[in-house]
């Protein structure tokens, strides 16, 4: 998700004496955090605008577009208090896997494929959803647009500072930067549906859902312990490398923690799952992203007096009719105005709603590439880490999981890259990113 533990720009922390200490007693497989920092006040002024835009587009969504829109919407609200919340790291937790060999934000995620992966499951065996919906997981293809997609996305991902859904959260909790990765985003989604002729027609096969050769227990049973495998990889990884502790957030203590500390990876993970599960039962597909960054960016084009419709991309049945159809009735889009909103609301309440006015140029800069990068490698691939590894993985679809392997390339490239706009890289000595 975003760049570091703590609500920053993306830029390097600095170890403290207290880091050092703790990385000189840290065991090889569990590795010690320091001491939570104090929180800040509660932003009231923020506080107040994100909740009351929170609940009046809820109330509008619900009322003008039906239950099924407004339930989506609220979904995305309650994914956004919880991506702010557990600081849930997509970026982060493989940036510290390649670099130093922690693997403990790559565990957290298997809990996260997990949690998704058991209740999809039940959702799909069952046959229905709510509203109407028939929940309906499909394999995403496999081939050339799928591996360099996923290894540009992560590329991306590093330079960017947040993921997909970590740039929607980060934006809501007011991290100026991400607005330059957001802003990328949504210019390299647009330049990839302007440049479709090009991409289209690179090698690819269909894909494979497990549930379609060994039923949906099958299929549950076998991801369940590949993720035990990666659990087992990592902490052999994690032992031989004997990696710095990661960095603590702002946190109160007690059951002032739900609203104004920082959740344990593990509680991020578990209400993450379930939430993506519910976004299946309500919506029929899986919790989705970057469809959204097209769609926000076509619509733009169009009040500029454009006509993105006459695209190849939008002139698809479906991409035809979300474009013709308004962005309160379409998923992806939704759920991210939903995160954002949430993210306001939970960081503006835990005193960590803030604007940074100085930016260095290089990280700017690194921010908009990072941003295009991953617009255009999430179109490729057909997702990104929600989409596609999130959204694969826990649906049985091979994809997911061959989107992780190249994503991780992709991740060491990103790590080179870094430097030159001003970004750190995790050390195993003395610093943690």
């Known amino acids: 998700m975003s760049d570091s533990s703590t609500i920053s720009s993306g830029t390097s922390v600095p170890a403290t004496s207290t880091l050092r200490r703790a990385t000189l007693l840290s065991s090889p497989t569990s590795v010690a955090a320091p001491p939570p920092e104090p929180l800040g006040r509660v932003n009231r002024g ?20 039906g239950a099924k829109f407004g339930a989506l919407l609220v979904i995305g609200l309650f994914l956004g208090i919880a991506l702010f919340h557990s600081r849930f790291g997509f970026t982060s937790a493989w940036r510290q896997l390649i670099a130093v060999g922690n693997g403990e934000g790559l565990r957290a995620h298997t809990l996260l494929l997990g949690t998704a992966t058991t209740l999809i499951a039940l959702v799909v065996a069952t ?30 991902m590093q330079l960017g500072g ?39 027609g690179w090698p690819e096969v269909p894909g494979v859902l497990l549930a379609d050769h060994v039923g949906w227990f099958g299929s549950w049973a076998v991801t369940m312990a590949a993720l035990a495998a990666v659990v087992v990889a990592s902490r052999m990884v994690q032992a031989r490398r004997n990696p710095p502790p990661a960095g603590s957030v702002p946190s109160a203590r007690g059951v002032a923690r739900v609203v104004r500390g920082s959740w344990p990876k593990w509680v991020g993970a578990v209400v993450l799952g379930v939430l993506a599960a519910a976004v299946m039962l309500v919506s029929g597909g899986i919790w989705g992203v970057t469809t959204a960054f097209a769609l926000w960016g076509a619509k733009l084009l169009q009040l500029l007096g454009l006509q993105p419709e006459t695209w190849e991309f939008w002139q698809s049945d479906r991409y035809a009719e979300m474009l013709a159809n308004p ?6 889009s939704l759920t991210n105005i939903g995160i954002i909103l949430g993210a306001a609301v939970a960081a503006a309440a835990a005193g ?6 100085s930016i260095p140029w290089r990280t700017a800069v690194g ?9 255009v490698g999430a179109r490729l691939a057909g997702g990104c880490n929600i989409g596609a590894y999130l959204g694969g993985i826990s649906t049985g679809s091979l994809h997911g999981w061959l989107w992780a392997v190249f994503a991780l390339a992709g991740t060491w490239v990103g790590l080179k890259l870094r430097p030159l706009f001003g970004l750190g890289v995790p050390k195993s000595s003395d610093s943690v990113c």
């Open 162 to 200: 947040a993921c997909a859904s970590g740039t929607l959260f980060a934006v809501g909790s007011g991290q100026s930067t991400i607005m330059f990765t957001l802003g990328g985003f949504v210019v390299g989604s647009v330049f990839y549906t302007w440049a479709f002729p090009a991409f289209d």
């Open 127 to 156: 046959g229905s959803g709510l509203f109407g919906s028939t929940p309906a997981p499909s394999a995403g293809a496999i081939g050339l647009p799928l591996f360099v997609g996923a290894a540009v996305f992560a590329i991306g």
């Open 327 to 332: 962005v309160l009735t379409e998923k992806t």
């Open 367 to 375: 921010a908009v590439l990072g941003g295009v990068l991953m617009g």
């Open 352 to 357: 960590g709603w803030k604007l940074h006015t």
């Open 46 to 65: 923020p506080l107040l605008v994100a909740g009351l835009l929170a609940v009046a587009l809820s109330w509008y969504v619900w009322s003008a577009h």
